[in-house]
């Protein structure tokens, strides 16, 4: 009798927990906004032909389509 409790309290649980997540990918205006900024920004930051590295050169970078101002990095 015990093992069927056990066994029927897992089983709701799991369909408990289940049914009440959300879906991983559902995302909010807001966030599609933010993540398409990201986007356009990589985009404009990287050369084409170097798109899997990372931009490490000091000068100046085009300009961004992104609302307010850029702060530069703090120097060291």
Do not use: W
Request: hydrophobic share 35%; proline share 8%; glycine share 4%.
């Amino acid at each position: 009798m015990k093992r069927l409790a056990l066994i029927a309290a897992v089983v709701f649980t799991t369909i408990t927990i289940n049914s009440c997540r959300q879906a991983d990918e559902v995302l909010s205006p807001d966030e599609m906004a933010t993540l398409q900024k990201v986007r356009d920004t990589s985009k404009v930051t990287l050369p084409n032909n170097e798109a899997g590295t990372l931009n490490t050169d000091n000068g100046t970078t085009a300009p961004s389509d992104l609302e307010g101002e850029i702060v530069p990095p703090p120097k060291k």
